[in-house]
């Protein structure tokens, strides 16, 4: 069993150092320009680690056999003061290794901080808990989608607590904190579709705080984004409204089949009293429904937190009046999920 276990680590990192590019035990597939030189570093350390650990662990094995207490030898026994030949090598040996890995990681570290300056760039905000893209048309879609062979730049903000922005097959990790830009960059190299993950601990959906990466083939990133960007004129509002719902956040904390989350159900509300925090009711109308998306705070429905960010600035006119037409049309019975 140990045995098949150590014999699959070893393999894992001889299959990772020998056909880098290929997903291996320990990494997804290299996906950018930088994943190649950050896997190498990682299975240099794993394996300087591995050799130093088997040195150690097998020398103290074979002194605690050869030195052990026996009846025929209570003293312990001479030994020599010191050994020139010995101390210089575990002093110089080690220092190469910590140089070369400093070396290697400082420049990795350079590359993965500075954007080619001729980048295509995306803004990026977290929220608790989702993810929002905006290019620089202002569309903005909730996964992120690029062109490949071209290098990004993502200017990163959050609007409430600290998230991190991390993409395992690029192998680029950043806070992204709120009240100030964060930023990352990369050039993907495949097509195709990878994950994005929140990698700093940010309440009770954490680990729901997941997007995708879409890598898209050559010209067709264009024609993505002018398509999802007319969505308004060429969707109903209702439609519309829907695809807004999942795209920026909402259905995290409210639901449309009735159930409470973080946030009271969207299900059945429309036209209907609701009472809140302070005591008093509201009707909830186009004019609720609105503040309540730009001053979530003022408003707030009996037994929730105000925990909502605001929406002003970050939803045009368009977008609040298909949202509100999507919350009217749940008022049907038969609405169901997004
Ligand atoms: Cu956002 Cu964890």
Redesign the pocket.
Known sequence: MMVEIIERLLSGVASGVLELGEPSFWLPPQVSTVARSVDWLFYFILGVSIVFFLIIVVVMGIFLVKYRRREDRLDAEETPRHNLALEISWSVIPLALVVIIFFFGFKGFLDISTPPANAYEIYVE?Q??NWSFAYPNGYVDADLHVPVDRPVRLVMSSAD?I??LYVPAFRIKNDVVPGRYSHAWFEATEVGEYELF??????TS?SD?IAHVVVHPPGEFETWLEKASNFLETMTPVDAGRKLYSLRGCQQCHSVDGTAKVGPTLSGIFGHDVSLVGGQSIVVDENYLRRSLLEPAVDVVAGYEPVMPTYQGRLKDGEINAIIEYIKSLTDEEEGGP
Not at 198 to 203: I, K, L, Q, R
Request: glycine share 14%; with cysteine.
């Open positions: 977290g608790k808990w607590v998230h991190s929140c990698a700093e601990y940010c309440g954490h705080m």
